[in-house]
């Protein structure tokens, strides 16, 4: 990893961490009297004033939700990628150590290929009650999206298990006496621990823009828990889109962060199953 990818990593979670820290605003505090102002930078006549983001159609300071959302939303894609993650592991490991296992990863792979995420998101939002809390809603984006991500990570880190396994040093160590278990540990993790980390990668990525994306069908954080989705949810409004640009302001912090991920892209992906 390059210098400058770490600095980025360094900033992205010192955001994370220290920027829900350092709102001066509560994220549920409402100035009705300023809904969808735009930023004030200059020294406002009462102190707690200043909307240096300016504020929503709720009359919420943008720049204080921002710093929480950045936490929240950091906080669930890492939950949705770390699932997604450890079972295309597993499956695309174990597939390239056992017939049985590579079979059973195929079917299932191919199912979960082949299903209509956008129907089935529909079908789970309206199965869930309205004011489902953000415990709930949290654990339907994890299960959704380690469900729908897992198959292409599997499919790449079978193929360069494969191609592992067919070295000589791995057949010699099959020769003698090697178990499944220790090929996996000594020889397949080692060489392919890189690969691993670039999907993890990749998987952040994808969980941070299905997370804003599926704000369109209602599966996300309840109001008020700030996301970087629920933030720009009101662009949808075309009025609001076209009049209110500060509320473009999560986008400042997604698409740096996205594009970092990206980088971490190969510049090949191995042979599916």
Known sequence: MSRLRRVALLLWLLLAVA??????????AQDRAATLAPPTWSQPAAAGERHWLGTDSFGRDVFSRLLLASGLSSLLA???AVPALALATGVGLGAALSPTANA???AAGE?????PWMFALVAVRAAMP??????????????LFAAAAWPVAAWSLYGAARN??????VQAAVGLGATRGQILVRHL???????????????LAAAIGAEVSLELVGLGLPQPWPTWGNMLGPLRDFTVAT????LYAPLLVVVPILLGLSLAAPDRAPAPW
């Open 164 to 169: 592992l396994v067919q070295q000589d040093f």
């Open 130 to 143: 309205l004011d489902a809390g953000p415990l709930a809603m949290a654990l339907a984006l994890v299960v």
């Open 104 to 106: 059973l990863g195929r």
């Open 19 to 28: 920027g829900p820290l350092l709102a001066p605003l509560s994220f549920r």
């Open 111 to 115: 199912i979960c290929r082949s299903l």
């Open 243 to 246: 009049r209110c640009w500060w």
């Open 78 to 80: 890492l939950a949705m």
């Open 189 to 203: 993790w080692p060489n392919l621990r890189g690969l691993v980390a670039t999907y993890f990668a990749l998987l």
